[in-house]
């Protein structure tokens, strides 16, 4: 039978999925003084395909939360290496750097469940397990319809707002209008058990690999982890086409990461090895990001880094843009808040990446290899150093190194 929606359970915040973004906005928002329920369909800890790299300014948001019991290995040096040869090892911090950085390898279930159980003793309820099917927008909030997982009862509740943290594949933005042309990059990833000392005698914990020349338009990485490697490949500037349609992606992304396992004489039962792909929807542009009182953040915003692929620092800053704007009673000026946050900068990283993954052979020998390339791409990273700085510095400079053979037209 029907509830009638003013005998249902209220918030004034639903939150759709606990990934980074919504537990944020979850504990964002029940700090403020909010009532919030955050919402996830998986049970907690679970897996999530992702390499896990994070940069060391992850710490402004994480409160209390000890980095120790996610963090595995602290990266000071970067092993970049152009078809498994032609290697650069680039340091973080080179001689001279005054204030050091890292780049923190992390585990995805553990950092995930810590963010949602924060965001739970900040007054949030958290309810795991709990799929998200439909949400009614009214005019003084949104019913939102969910379901438990393996024949759970049905939940109905109604939140003054809604924010959309279901990632990439969610269902909130289905109920809206929201993000109809969206720029999708595919990426994979197997981890490897590793033994430290086995391998490539630079496979150690301090040290983050990434290949470029062995995948094009995209790249591969090793990243260490406390007792594995994670090793993924991406196709991060796929020509026009969605590359979840295409077959043979999947097929040349798993080719490559053999390719590179046998490249760093690690040793593997490929029948062993479970490949986890997922895609990763990219800064495309300004476009609304909110409508009436539904709020999009993370992934499901679109909001990965064309150029590195990285989304987790955005999707905890988007989550916690997300909950002042609701806090402070200025939801209908989300998109603005947002793309102040986002919008020049990652302009700048969409036409670098143009120039990367059209050129990278060049980009590679004038640019990763540059001397500081590793400190300024870290920079970048942790938002140290803004893209609206470099990018058209960095373009010049391949332009006058390269010369002749740059070639300054893309589509
Ligand atoms: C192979 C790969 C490697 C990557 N490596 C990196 C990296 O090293 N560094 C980096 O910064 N970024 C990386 N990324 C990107 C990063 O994983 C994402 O940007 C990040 O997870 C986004 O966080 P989110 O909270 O927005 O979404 P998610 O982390 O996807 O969380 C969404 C949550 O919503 C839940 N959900 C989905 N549907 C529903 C529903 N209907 N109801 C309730 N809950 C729902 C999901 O179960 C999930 O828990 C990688 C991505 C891929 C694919």
Redesign the pocket.
């Known amino acids: 039978m029907l509830q009638s929606s003013a005998s249902l359970p209220t918030y004034d915040v639903i939150v759709?999925?606990?990934?980074?973004?919504?537990?944020m906005a979850a504990a964002e928002a029940a700090r403020s003084g909010l009532k919030v329920a955050l919402?996830?369909?998986?049970f907690l800890p679970?897996h999530?395909?992702?390499?896990?790299?994070?940069p060391m300014t992850m710490n402004d948001f994480l409160w209390d939360l000890a980095p120790e019991t996610f963090v595995e290995c602290q990266i000071t040096h970067m092993r970049h290496s152009w078809k498994y040869g032609d290697v650069h090892l680039g340091a973080i911090n080179p001689p001279g750097t005054s204030q050091p950085m890292s780049l923190w390898m992390a585990q995805?279930p553990l950092f995930?469940q810590a963010m949602a159980r924060r965001a739970e003793r900040a007054g949030a309820e958290l309810r795991d397990g709990?799929?998200?099917?439909s949400l009614t927008p009214e005019s003084d909030g949104v019913l939102v319809r969910?379901e438990g997982l393996k024949g759970g009862a049905e939940w109905t509740a109604k939140a003054r707002y809604v924010i959309g943290?279901?990632?990439?594949?969610?269902?909130?933005v289905k109920a809206t209008g929201l993000r109809k042309k969206q720029s999708i990059a595919?990426?994979?990833?197997v981890e490897l058990p590793h033994r430290w000392g086995d391998g490539h005698p630079s496979l150690t914990p301090e040290i983050a690999h990434l290949e470029y020349g062995a995948i094009d338009r995209g790249y591969g990485?090793i990243?260490p982890k406390g007792d594995h490697l994670?090793i993924?490949a991406?196709l991060f500037r796929p020509d026009g086409n969605d590359p979840r349609r295409e077959r043979s992606v999947r097929g040349q992304l798993q080719q490559m990461v053999f390719d590179y396992m046998d490249a760093m004489g690690l040793k593997y039962q490929a029948d062993d090895l479970r490949f986890?792909?997922?895609?990763?929807p990219l800064w495309s542009g300004k476009e609304p990001r909110h409508e009436g009182r539904i709020l999009l953040?993370?992934?499901?915003?679109g909001?990965?880094?064309p150029l590195?692929?990285?989304?987790?620092?955005?999707?905890?800053k988007?989550?916690h843009i997300a909950a002042r704007a609701i806090a402070e009673d200025q939801a209908a000026d989300y998109t603005d808040r947002l793309h102040g946050a986002f919008a020049a900068d990652f302009d700048a990283a969409l036409q670098l990446a143009k120039v990367f993954y059209n050129w990278t052979g060049i980009c590679y020998r004038y640019g990763v290899k540059y001397e500081k390339g590793t400190y300024l791409a870290t920079q970048l990273l942790c938002g140290d150093l803004h893209f609206t700085e470099m990018a058209n510095r960095a373009i010049a400079r391949l332009k006058r190194s390269a010369g002749a053979n740059f070639f300054p037209a893309w589509n």
């Open positions: 759709c999925g606990a990934g980074p973004a919504g537990a919402l996830e369909k998986q679970r999530k395909t992702c390499g896990g790299g994070m995805r995930d709990l799929a998200v099917r969910a943290a279901d990632g990439a594949n969610g269902v909130v595919i990426a994979l990833e990485w990243f994670n993924g991406g986890h792909g997922h895609p990763l953040v993370g992934d499901a915003a909001l990965v880094n590195f692929g990285d989304g987790l620092l955005h999707a905890v988007s989550g």
